[in-house]
């Protein structure tokens, strides 16, 4: 499950359009090719199709008492989601879906995944 907590860091570190200077993908990924999370992520801001993570995160830790472990960057149907996986103070998960674009959370609930 290092996936999702990569993409927070890669994000987390350059908030802006600088994420992709100097950047490679991973092998096997073309650029662009938005077949990862972060190659994902990272077009959908270059594309301006969403804000950077910090700001995403700053949104979601401000609006949701827990603590987030876990976060996915998905496309569903024609737009992003991003998706986060928290922890609150009293041991229970949570799922949290906010808008790339405007950081609006748009859903939270009991995490149901169990991988």
């Given at each position: 499950m290092q996936r999702p907590i990569l993409l927070a860091l890669a994000l987390a570190v350059s908030p802006g359009p600088a994420i992709t200077q100097g950047a490679a993908p991973p092998p096997g990924v073309e650029p662009g090719s938005g077949t990862t999370d972060v190659a994902r992520a990272r077009d959908a801001l270059e594309q301006g199709k969403a804000l950077p993570l910090v700001d995403i995160l700053k949104i979601v830790q401000d609006?949701?008492?827990?603590?987030?472990?876990?976060?996915?960057?998905?496309?569903?149907?024609?737009?992003?989601?991003?998706?986060?996986?928290?922890?609150?103070?009293?041991?229970?998960?949570?799922?949290?879906?906010?808008?790339?674009?405007?950081?609006?959370?748009?859903?939270?609930?009991?995490?149901?995944?169990?991988?």
């Open positions: 609006q949701v008492d827990a603590r987030i472990i876990e976060v996915e960057f998905e496309e569903e149907g024609d737009h992003y989601v991003y998706e986060f996986e928290l922890i609150t103070p009293d041991g229970r998960l949570l799922e949290a879906k906010a808008d790339p674009v405007t950081g609006r959370i748009l859903e939270v609930g009991e995490d149901s995944d169990d991988d």
